[in-house]
């Protein structure tokens, strides 16, 4: 009876192998992307759909936390200032000042609400800004220069697999960003780029150095565009910001009612700690 037993117990292993081969390509159909701009499907804009996380496992310098690694990156292109972050990038200011940043938008609802705040504590901050969402309101990105803070350009239509398509597509990305910024305000100075999702390639440094913008990473964190709600927010900024932090925060690609109050209870406490200065920028 043995023989006839074990073809059993085999034939038992290999229909639930297959079965949960079967389960587990499922699940991952059933997993979202989470980055469904990446493919360059049109959404609307109101959609959740930035956010300044990488793909883990594609982007070897994609997180504030990881080096690169010297040998991944042997083309990457020496940029100035440089920066302790993936390839290069900037993740302190340089100085004892903190720079708030905020990313994605501009948008009409969360942008108006994060620029009162600031105005009300005498903050300058920057907006790293996506094309399309410029292109949709000017006016905003009118009001945040003429409020005194700086702009970065954050690519077209925030397309975190942007680093990996070819020279010429990352460069014709950047520079229709930075021209439909200028469109919107002429005097601005766009003088740094944000990769979204973080996910830096030594394609995208080499198009940064290219057209003079310094890659612009961060090394605070909330994760704000997860909506983790504004008691986390406030706590994860209270706990790690420190001189010189760049802090990464957003004003758009979703409900940004929980950064809106962080904000609101953090600046009275950020402004009697530390100088909050936007990211410098020359003169015209
Ligand atoms: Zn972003």
Redesign the pocket.
Known sequence: MRGPTLRAAGLVTVVLAGLLGSAFALGRSLVPDPHPSAAGVATPLTATR???QPPSTDFPGGTASARPIPDAAPDAAPVEPGGDGPYGALVTTGSAAVALTF??GPDPRWTPQVLALLAQYGVQATFCVVGENVQAHPDLVRSIVAEGHTLCN?SWN?DVRLGKRSPAMIRADLLRTSDAILAAAPDARIEYYRQ?GGAWTPSVMSACADLDLTPLHWNVDPSDWKAPGATAIEALVRSQVGPGAIVLMHDAGGDRSGTVSALQRLLPELVFRFELAPLPVGSP
Request: charged fraction near 40%.
């Open positions: 930035y956010g300044d990313d994605d954050h925030h979204p």
